[in-house]
């Protein structure tokens, strides 16, 4: 008849057999365990006795398993082995908490990776994995996402898990050395003779761009000029491309207000003029329903949320004061 669980022997007079086999010795034994050899050799009898078998060949001054006792000492081993391995892995620490993210090159690099970092210099347990491209639109429905950075068109609808962040908003910016260098620019048609980076049209029929595009043709159509015959200093699909471009001096760029706003607050980029062209649609943060659930993921939305609500205050007690100053 097979031995049921709850007529086992304690688990200690186990690892006490264990220590006794490895030592061959009921002192050292002893020893190692903090007892007597009396008190060894008195657990050992009972689990003998318990198990209706001899474990040890007492000789004189030795000790030898019998063949009852190796198997024992095998399945001893083993299963204490396993059970350290089970508390070990109680014990041991949690994965971090990732977040991840997807978006456009731009909205990753320009907008959500500052934030990033601000969000980690308090939360530095959190980790982040941020997938850019202007080319995979599928990336917002992988179920490791969390959090997708989307444009506000006909395929968007606010809905439960979809968050509200910003107006579309661009104006022309560049660094104040390019300014100092090369301006003043007063108006828009003194823009004509600037350095003008400009984004290819690639960019704007990228798979993951779902949304008409905002051109210098644009712009200067909606500042009331008829659309001068543009040369620009530079064309590439990479709207960060153009932002570094831009810090670095090498021209004007249309600056969407959600993109180079941080570089704005730093000194890095200034606007000419204020010449901000609105678009009507915003932009998104979409939550994976599956990650509703998640607290680190619930504190950055938090985060991002209360952030841009006390930047918008901040914008408009200042613009306040500009018209009271006037």
């Known amino acids: 008849m097979l031995l049921k669980r709850r007529y086992l022997p304690s688990l200690g007079s186990f690892a006490t057999f264990e220590v006794a086999a490895k030592h061959l010795s009921f002192t050292l034994a002893g020893n190692e365990l903090n007892v007597t050899q009396a008190a060894i050799s008195q657990q050992i009898r009972g689990l003998e006795k318990s198990l209706g078998v001899t474990l040890f060949i007492r000789k004189h001054n030795s000790l030898e398993l019998t063949s009852d006792g190796q198997r024992l000492l095998t399945a001893v081993s083993g299963g204490l082995d396993i059970i350290c391995d089970g508390i070990n892995n109680i014990n041991a620490p949690s994965d971090p908490p990732v977040i991840t993210c997807s978006g456009t090159n731009a909205a990753i690099a320009c907008w959500l990776k500052p934030l990033v970092d601000r969000f980690r210099s ?19 429905n992988f179920d490791e996402v969390d959090l997708s950075l989307i444009c506000g068109n006909e395929r968007c609808e606010v809905g439960e898990n979809l968050y509200y962040l910003f107006p579309d908003i661009v104006q022309p910016v560049c660094s104040p050395d390019y300014l100092e260098r090369h301006g003043p620019f007063p108006d828009a048609q003194s823009l004509e003779r600037a350095d003008l980076l400009d984004l290819h049209r690639k960019h704007w029929t ?25 040369l620009p200093a530079m064309v590439s699909n990479n709207y960060p491309l153009l932002v570094n471009a831009a810090v670095k001096g090498e021209g004007i760029v249309l600056g969407w207000h959600h993109l180079v706003r941080t570089l704005m607050d730093e000194g890095a980029l200034c606007p000419l003029f204020d010449s901000p062209l609105r678009v009507d649609r915003g932009y998104y943060l979409k939550v994976n329903r599956a990650s509703l659930d998640k607290p680190h993921v619930q504190e950055f939305i938090d985060f991002l949320l209360t952030g841009l609500a006390a930047l918008e205050q901040e914008h408009q007690r200042l613009g306040a004061a500009t018209r009271d100053a006037l």
Request: hydrophobic letters at 40%; zero cysteines.
């Open 122 to 140: 308090d939360r530095p347990d959190v980790r982040f994995v941020l997938l850019a491209s202007d080319e995979d639109d599928t990336l917002r």
């Open 206 to 230: 990228s798979d993951a761009i779902g949304w008409h595009p905002v051109t210098w043709d644009d712009w200067f159509q909606a500042s009331g000029l008829g659309v001068p015959h543009l």
